[in-house]
């Protein structure tokens, strides 16, 4: 259990999540051209993003992979427009391809859902000298909900982690340059996510920067509704702050989030308990 009186709460920082995708759980099909996406990315640093995550691949349950080329099409543009004015990016990716041409267009982390299981990923990382995120999933995302199944979530989830954030070390990513991201939604049941969050102190004290993507998760619609009526996406608010204040006091160092400027208005408040 986290315990919040153990360390004072940190300023995390907020990545503002811009799907380019037309089926995204609950932003796809919101910008329809490439200005659209690149003014939406710059309303987030407004509001307050530290990093705008550019994602052209819908990861959610039982989507399925999109072709190369049509993933540089929705992503390639909207990053040279961000870098153009000087957002720091971040590439939503698991291909090594995308990533490539993404870092040269001006990203400069790489968010990788798989925690590099494109044997090219790697290298490309190591060699622009990027940010890294690692995530854990539990199969994939055809597979990954069908019945997700742990002994210990907690334990798994940290031991996964730890082993690719020391496989990336070996293919020349340091320990500076690697971020982990617990999986909320990917592989995991509601009690496994609320399971993992709970305990998130145990991923927080292994020395790495933990990213969590908590934002309108369909268990958050659950919680709030039912599990035959769950709470739409655009109307799960109130749920993902609560989730991402805890979140926050519990020592993650990144936010993902749609809700840019409510986000940083309740961080900037729990961030004062550190006065």
């Known amino acids: 259990m986290t315990d919040f009186n153990s360390k004072p709460p940190r300023k995390p920082l907020l990545m503002g999540i811009l799907n380019v995708t ?50 540089k099409q929705r992503v390639l543009p909207v ?16 291909k090594a391809a995308v990533a490539r041409e993404a870092l040269q267009a001006g990203a400069q982390i790489v968010n990788d859902v798989t925690a590099l299981r494109d044997p090219e990923m790697p290298g ?66 509601d009690t496994h996510n609320l399971t993992v969050i709970r305990d998130l102190r145990v991923l927080t004290e292994t020395g790495y920067p933990v990213l969590i993507g908590i934002s309108r998760k369909g268990f958050i619609g659950r919680l709030l509704g039912s599990r035959e009526s769950p709470a739409p996406a655009k109307d799960r608010l109130e749920g993902t702050l609560a989730l991402q204040i ?30």
């Open 124 to 189: 490309v990382c190591a060699e622009v000298e990027c940010t890294v995120c690692l995530m854990h999933m539990q199969g994939t995302p055809q597979t990954m909900q069908q019945n997700p199944s742990y002994g210990d979530v907690v334990e798994e989830v940290k031991q996964f982690l730890l082993e690719r954030a020391a496989f990336a070390k070996t293919q020349g990513i340091p320990k500076e340059r690697i971020w982990i991201d617990p999986g909320i939604g990917f592989g995991k049941n």
């Open 22 to 71: 037309p089926d995204s759980f609950s932003d796809g099909g919101s910008y329809g051209c490439v200005q659209d996406a690149i003014d939406a990315g710059l309303r987030m640093v407004e509001e307050g993003a530290d990093i705008v995550d550019v994602g052209g691949e819908s990861t959610r349950p039982g989507s399925q992979p999109v072709p190369l080329d049509i993933e």
């Open 79 to 94: 990053i040279e427009g961000l870098a153009g004015q000087s957002v720091r990016i971040s590439i939503d990716t698991y």
């Open 246 to 275: 805890y979140a926050q006091l519990a020592g993650a160092a990144i936010l993902r989030t749609h809700d840019v400027r409510a986000a940083r208005r309740a961080a900037t408040v729990i961030e004062s308990l550190s006065l």
